[in-house]
């Protein structure tokens, strides 16, 4: 029987999400919730309902696991614990600061509606946060080194179009080489945050905007630009289209370490991810743990858990034996 899928959100995650599911044959997609008029909503997949938000809980009973595509900001914190209360689901909740308190509320939610919950799925929060507890476990005596991008920032991007006089824009956030080299070289220097990225904007101003008062309210904006060096390109709508239109990520977790009884020895371990498209290859590790929800529930596990909690093997639609054989 295939694992039944609702998505809950179609933006570009929602998308993603879908076209995910088309290249997993135990899944089948059966909705796609939407605070847009459904009549508006075109899907890829035939034959799938497009269904107003506000009618969610009445498909509780035809849904195995909800995969829930909203906002970290202001979505998630609502979403994941009203729908944990009807649905086994996932999110993509990646403000890493608010994960605590932000698992409390899922938990409590998840528990009291007899179902599995699990937040913070995605490569940041999510496949790094494995990489890194990989390190720490082998490598106790060491230091975590993680890396973005190159790539495109869609929190800060959405910061840039915010300002006024700003009628679009992109932000990548990039690595600085000569820091990576330095911890790739197993140095283990202490890195600022200025040290480790640079930021790099590519804006499109409105017409008659002042560029000069733009330029100078990004470079000074707090928690976004303020603590990094920062470029700023002024270009035309065209120019944006033409050479910025993907949503490109990744980045590196690495883990420096020592071992011997003198720590005479180094070791580097190394996890990099190139993405030619960030929701989409979230939206895939978002499908993975779909299955591992669906599993840990039909054994009867309830409330909220995250990455750490999920046994690699619940991630695949192998079996025990095909995994032994094939991959082991």
Partial sequence: MSIRIGI????NLGRGVE??????SDMELVAVFTRRDPDTVKLRTAGVAVVS?????????????MIICGGSATDLPVQTPALAKS???VDSFDTHAKIPQHFENVDKAASEGGHIAMISVGWDPGMFSLNRLFGNAILPDGKDYTFWGKGVSQGHSDAIRRIEGVADGKQYTIPVEA???????GADPELSV???HIRECFVVAKEGADKARIEKEIKEMPNYFADYDTTVHFITAEELK???????HGGFVIRSGKTGFDLEH???IEYRLKLDSNPEFTSSVLVAYARAAYRMSREGMRGCKTVFDVPPAYLSPKTGAELRKELL
Avoid: T
Wanted: hydrophobic share 40%; charged share 30%.
């Fill in 8 to 11: 809950f959100g179609y933006g």
């Fill in 87 to 89: 649905f086994n689901v």
């Fill in 19 to 24: 076209s995910a599911i088309a290249q997993n």
């Fill in 53 to 65: 938000a506000d009618k969610v809980v009445e498909m509780a009973d035809k849904i195995d696991v």
């Fill in 179 to 185: 820091a990576l080299e330095a911890v790739r070289s």
């Fill in 266 to 268: 180094k070791h580097i």
């Fill in 242 to 248: 033409r050479d910025h239109s993907g949503i490109p």
């Fill in 194 to 196: 200025r040290e480790k």
